[in-house]
């Protein structure tokens, strides 16, 4: 678990980061959004020290981080920024290396932990590891960046606009392959960005700041249907509610018991929203579909109302 406790930051006159408390779970994901200037980014920088907090303290798994020198502190806390920051006169897997040979790791240790993370990041370490930055596209260097981040076993990582240089299709698949990345290993990840789509499809609690201080933190359909001011209402779209709502449930989690209603009804993956479900019937003009596991077998069906019904803020 991540503590943060009155985190503060000011140059001079003026306040940066003001007096912000949260509590990050363990094996989470955890996103920070704000417009430019709200300081979300000074406020990740100061879990690993690469800014230091005028006043107030980070814990990590109950330990104070100001409690050891701040190079070893970001050893053990993998940090991934905008642009991926690889090497560029290093192949993939010595970029991948970098801090497994700064702690001394084995070489043999190291190449299977590279080989194991390439793997994971849907990147055949024969086909990529003697690559070079420049030899890649750029969601192939991001998934570089997130294996090098990685590469330690660090419990905690660290992500700072990770996919704002993406184009959609890019920026899309980016997002599924951390979420599967985090189901994997298990990793405390605090993401900053400032999409509200974004936040909402990766944070199992999002924090809303504005000019510095926290105005909300919460799970994503608590922002959505008790936001806790006008200004996080308009953040995390008010007018578009009933959509973002359909948006955090998959049709897995919303399934009827028994069979489709109709059998000439589409076909529904467990893993789609409900938004796309909604979609679907509506493309097809039917009043019910079936929903399928990853296996393709029968799990349940959904109907127009039922996802309707969903849609409405309690």
Same mark, same amino acid.
């Given at each position: 678990?991540?503590?943060?406790?009155?985190?503060?930051?000011? %140059?001079? &006159?003026?306040?940066?980061?003001?007096?912000?408390?949260?509590?990050?779970?363990?094996?989470?994901? $955890?996103?920070?959004?704000?417009?430019?200037? +709200?300081?979300?980014?000074?406020? *990740?920088?100061?879990?690993?020290?690469?800014?230091?907090? $005028?006043?107030?303290?980070?814990? !990590?798994?109950?330990?104070?981080?100001?409690?050891?020198?701040?190079? #070893?502190?970001?050893?053990?806390?993998? %940090?991934?920024?905008?642009?991926?920051?690889?090497?560029?006169?290093?192949?993939?897997?010595?970029?991948?290396?970098?801090?497994?040979?700064?702690?001394?790791?084995?070489?043999? #240790?190291?190449?299977?932990?590279?080989?194991?993370?390439?793997?994971?990041?849907?990147?055949?370490?024969?086909? %990529? +590891?003697?690559?070079?930055?420049?030899?890649? +596209?750029?969601?192939?260097?991001?998934?570089? =960046?997130?294996?090098?981040?990685?590469?330690?076993?660090?419990?905690?990582?660290?992500?700072? &606009?990770?996919? =704002?240089?993406?184009?959609?299709?890019?920026?899309?698949?980016?997002?599924?392959? *951390?979420?599967?990345?985090?189901?994997?290993?298990?990793?405390?990840?605090?993401?900053?960005?400032?999409?509200?789509?974004?936040?909402?499809? *990766?944070?199992?609690?999002?924090?809303?700041?504005?000019?510095?201080?926290?105005?909300?933190?919460?799970?994503?359909?608590?922002?959505?249907?008790?936001?806790?001011?006008?200004?996080?209402?308009?953040? $995390? =779209?008010?007018?578009?509610?009933?959509?973002?709502?359909?948006?955090?449930?998959?049709?897995?989690?919303?399934?009827?018991?028994?069979?489709?209603?109709?059998?000439?009804?589409?076909?529904?993956?467990?893993?789609?929203?409900?938004?796309?479900? *909604?979609?679907?019937?509506?493309?097809?003009?039917?009043?019910?579909?079936?929903?399928?596991?990853?296996?393709?077998?029968?799990? =349940?069906?959904?109907?127009?109302?039922? !996802?309707?019904?969903?849609? #409405?803020?309690?």
């Amino acid at each position: 678990m991540i503590v943060i406790e009155s985190l503060s930051k000011r %140059y001079g &006159e003026t306040t940066v980061v003001d007096d912000v408390s949260m509590e990050i779970e363990s094996h989470s994901i $955890t996103v920070i959004v704000g417009t430019s200037g +709200s300081g979300k980014s000074t406020l *990740l920088r100061m879990i690993n020290r690469l800014v230091e907090p $005028t006043s107030g303290r980070v814990l !990590i798994e109950g330990r104070d981080t100001e409690s050891e020198p701040a190079h #070893r502190l970001r050893r053990r806390i993998g %940090y991934v920024i905008q642009g991926h920051g690889l090497f560029p006169h290093r192949t993939v897997a010595e970029n991948v290396a970098t801090v497994p040979r700064l702690l001394g790791w084995e070489p043999r #240790r190291i190449r299977a932990r590279v080989d194991e993370l390439l793997q994971a990041l849907q990147l055949d370490p024969a086909a %990529y +590891s003697d690559k070079y930055p420049h030899q890649l +596209s750029g969601g192939q260097q991001q998934r570089v =960046g997130v294996a090098r981040a990685l590469a330690a076993e660090p419990a905690v990582l660290l992500m700072d &606009e990770p996919f =704002g240089a993406l184009d959609p299709i890019i920026r899309d698949k980016a997002q599924a392959d *951390l979420l599967e990345i985090q189901r994997k290993f298990g990793t405390t990840m605090v993401v900053v960005t400032h999409d509200i789509d974004e936040a909402f499809r *990766l944070g199992d609690r999002v924090a809303v700041m504005s000019q510095g201080r926290l105005l909300q933190y919460d799970r994503p359909e608590v922002l959505v249907t008790h936001p806790a001011d006008e200004l996080v209402a308009r953040m $995390t =779209g008010s007018a578009e509610r009933a959509m973002r709502l359909l948006s955090l449930t998959t049709a897995g989690e919303a399934a009827l018991a028994g069979p489709a209603a109709a059998s000439d009804g589409p076909l529904i993956p467990a893993s789609a929203t409900l938004r796309e479900a *909604l979609s679907e019937l509506l493309w097809r003009a039917s009043e019910s579909g079936t929903v399928i596991d990853s296996a393709g077998k029968p799990c =349940g069906q959904l109907t127009v109302a039922a !996802i309707l019904a969903r849609g #409405r803020p309690s």
